[in-house]
């Protein structure tokens, strides 16, 4: 019984999901219209589970270009309305459309000039005719058997929160690197550094000129203790020499004494880089495509570092 009901239960939310599709594009782009208009902040509000979602909402909306508060209904209520301007926009959510604190806001909000986008299920209740405009949950029942378990309704009022986020983005171009500005911690802001923060620079790069035997180029790799040598003279990189290049070089000459001989003959040349500017994220992906675990770091032309695949790694948050 209970696979069966978890079964229906994902079945439902999956299909009230589905059934926006086709029914709520036009209105979700009146109001990404007036959440580009505003300019101020988008102001989501809700209470219960309703605010619960409010809140991913308004996250949602934040991290992605548009500056966007949570405030709670009752507290609202309570002073919190202050925190609304007259350059603000507000998305009020209330599946019935009938939740008193939320209708108590309205008045305060229309004196501030403040456009109204609701989220509901009540498209003839109090809050749908004061709204400018009415983003329909259209859910008539909820996924849970006593039908009044915020559930279905909760997580359609969610898809069209991001929904709206995504259509907001794409109006304002927000790209990889907006984003990375407001996620600069866990593992995600951590690969949406850029390769100049994390790299390897100065008197920490394990580099030699071009003149430089094998020997030598050897005994930087051991005093660096990057597994790499980069050769380079004046700023110009000329090539970089692994210990992957070492253990080649030892296989395909076992009866030769070519431990003076120059590094160059060894190491690969022009190899591929990446800028100073450029995110780890691609970094890494250049390192796992190329199957190598370290990358020249480029700036105007210039040798600036060199960014190690396992740096990157033992660096990121758990």
Same mark, same amino acid.
């Given at each position: 019984?209970?696979?069966?009901?978890?079964?229906?239960?994902?079945?439902?939310?999956?299909?009230? *999901?589905?059934?926006?599709?086709?029914?709520?594009?036009?209105?979700?782009?009146?109001? /990404? %219209? *007036?959440?580009? %208009?505003?300019?101020?902040?988008?102001?989501?509000? #809700?209470?219960?589970?309703? $605010?619960?979602?409010?809140?991913?909402?308004?996250?949602?909306?934040?991290?992605?270009?548009?500056?966007?508060?949570?405030?709670?209904?009752?507290?609202?209520?309570?002073?919190?309305? !202050?925190?609304? #301007?007259?350059?603000?926009?507000?998305?009020?959510?209330?599946?019935?459309?009938?939740?008193?604190? &939320?209708?108590?806001? *309205?008045?305060?909000?229309?004196?501030?000039?403040?456009?109204?986008?609701? &989220?509901?299920?009540?498209?003839?209740?109090?809050?749908?005719?004061? =709204?400018?405009?009415?983003?329909?949950?259209?859910?008539?029942?909820?996924?849970?058997?006593?039908? *009044?378990?915020?559930?279905?309704?909760?997580? +359609?009022?969610?898809?069209?929160?991001? =929904?709206?986020?995504? =259509?907001?983005?794409?109006?304002?171009?927000?790209?990889?690197? %907006?984003?990375?500005?407001?996620?600069? $911690?866990?593992?995600?802001?951590?690969?949406?550094?850029?390769?100049?923060?994390?790299?390897?620079?100065?008197?920490?790069?394990?580099?030699? #000129?071009?003149?430089?035997?094998?020997?030598?180029?050897?005994?930087?790799?051991?005093?660096?203790?990057? !597994?790499?040598?980069?050769? /380079?003279?004046?700023?110009?990189?000329?090539?970089?020499?692994?210990?992957? %290049?070492?253990?080649?070089?030892?296989?395909?000459?076992?009866?030769?004494?070519?431990?003076?001989?120059?590094?160059?003959?060894?190491?690969?040349?022009?190899?591929?880089?990446?800028?100073?500017?450029?995110?780890?994220?691609? =970094?890494?992906?250049?390192?796992?495509?190329?199957?190598?675990?370290?990358?020249?770091? &480029?700036? #105007? $032309?210039?040798?600036? !570092?060199?960014?190690?695949?396992?740096?990157?790694?033992?660096?990121?948050? +758990?």
């Amino acid at each position: 019984m209970s696979i069966e009901i978890i079964s229906e239960t994902i079945a439902a939310e999956a299909a009230a *999901i589905e059934n926006l599709v086709g029914k709520i594009e036009t209105r979700i782009v009146e109001a /990404a %219209d *007036i959440c580009i %208009d505003c300019h101020g902040r988008v102001i989501v509000c #809700g209470l219960g589970k309703s $605010g619960l979602v409010g809140r991913k909402i308004s996250a949602t909306l934040a991290s992605t270009g548009t500056s966007s508060i949570f405030v709670h209904a009752a507290e609202a209520l309570h002073g919190d309305l !202050g925190m609304v #301007g007259e350059n603000d926009c507000a998305i009020l959510i209330s599946k019935s459309g009938l939740t008193p604190e &939320i209708l108590k806001l *309205i008045p305060t909000l229309k004196r501030l000039g403040v456009k109204i986008i609701a &989220i509901t299920g009540g498209s003839d209740s109090p809050l749908a005719e004061e =709204a400018d405009v009415i983003l329909d949950i259209g859910v008539s029942s909820e996924a849970e058997p006593i039908g *009044i378990v915020p559930t279905t309704s909760t997580i +359609v009022t969610m898809a069209i929160g991001d =929904a709206l986020a995504v =259509a907001l983005m794409t109006r304002r171009g927000f790209t990889r690197e %907006d984003f990375a500005l407001f996620h600069p $911690g866990g593992n995600l802001g951590h690969l949406l550094k850029r390769v100049f923060e994390v790299m390897h620079s100065c008197e920490s790069m394990p580099i030699v #000129g071009p003149e430089a035997s094998l020997m030598e180029g050897i005994s930087i790799m051991s005093a660096k203790r990057l !597994g790499h040598v980069i050769i /380079a003279k004046d700023g110009d990189l000329i090539g970089i020499f692994s210990d992957g %290049d070492l253990r080649r070089a030892l296989q395909s000459h076992p009866h030769e004494d070519i431990v003076n001989m120059s590094l160059t003959n060894f190491a690969t040349m022009n190899p591929v880089v990446i800028g100073s500017d450029a995110i780890v994220e691609e =970094a890494v992906h250049i390192m796992e495509v190329r199957k190598i675990t370290a990358l020249p770091v &480029i700036d #105007g $032309g210039v040798l600036v !570092g060199l960014v190690h695949l396992h740096d990157i790694l033992e660096s990121r948050v +758990v």
